[in-house]
């Protein structure tokens, strides 16, 4: 099966502190990403990673960065948090594809979350 | 533009009854997938159930299948014989061949009654 873990399940933080998210997979994944989801604006894609020390902006990376050192790592940063940020984190992987078609190993697997407060 | 949209925000369905989720999806690429995932109240996205655009058949897994239509440009899951553990929301999403990243509907919350 599957895992993909997540460093924490419920996290508070005060505005202005740097954060860290972190996730981990263990199925050999070359894709990783970073969701957040709000009420009323769904699941909304931060940052991806390819491969090692490879990163692509997502649809809303601004106040984010990214770090991939190891294959099985994706962390999440957050500078400077804000009341904003205030959210759930969601961390997936999948298998990079091989040919020019999608197909199944496009799935993405995530991991259980991170509820993030900033007050 | 590529978009998934799921057009009920709610469903409330009798303990044993089938349900079926509605979903539809706009791309222009030939080569697309289609996904239903399950989120419970604990926040995890749980993969349900896979479609190719190039399937032939409707994909099944287990008491889910996902009803197919491509002409009309809809993958509706259907959940045979509901149990409680169903509650939960539900999302359809869609990947395409000119990105590796996935798209998601709104989703919908399903509640099943006892």
């Known amino acids: 099966d599957v895992k993909v873990t997540q460093s924490s399940r419920y996290l508070v933080k005060r505005t202005g502190e740097k954060v860290f998210l972190e996730c981990v997979q263990d199925?050999?994944?070359?894709?990783m990403f970073w969701y957040r989801q709000d009420p009323g604006l769904g699941l909304r894609l931060i940052y991806f990673?390819?491969?090692?020390?490879?990163?692509e902006k997502g649809d809303i990376p601004e106040g984010y960065s990214v770090s991939r050192e190891k294959k099985e790592r994706f962390s999440l940063i957050l500078e400077s948090a804000s009341t904003n940020q205030t959210s759930m984190y969601l961390c997936?992987?999948?298998?990079?594809?091989?040919?020019?078609?999608?197909?199944?190993?496009?799935?993405?697997?995530f991991g259980p979350g991170t509820r993030l407060t900033v007050l | 533009a590529q978009k998934i949209t799921q057009t009920q925000p709610g469903m409330f369905v009798q303990e044993k009854e089938a349900v079926t989720l509605d979903c539809t999806y706009d791309?222009?690429?030939?080569?697309?997938?289609l996904f239903w995932y399950k989120q419970p109240s604990s926040g995890e996205m749980i993969f349900l159930i896979y479609?190719?655009?190039?399937?032939?058949q409707n994909a099944t897994e287990g008491r889910y299948s996902l009803n197919f239509q491509k002409a009309r440009k809809s993958a509706n899951l259907v959940i045979s014989a509901s149990q409680l553990g169903d509650s939960a929301m539900y999302f359809c999403?869609?990947?395409?061949?000119?990105?590796?990243?996935?798209?998601f509907g709104s989703g919908t919350r399903l509640s099943i009654r006892p």
């Open positions: 997936a992987s999948s298998f990079p594809r091989q040919v020019l078609r999608t197909s199944s190993t496009d799935t993405q697997y």
């Open positions: 199925m050999d994944h070359e894709n």
């Open positions: 990673s390819y491969d090692v020390k490879m990163k």
């Open positions: 791309t222009s690429d030939q080569s697309y997938g």
């Open positions: 479609q190719g655009s190039y399937d032939e």
């Open positions: 999403a869609m990947v395409y061949s000119s990105a590796s990243k996935i798209i």
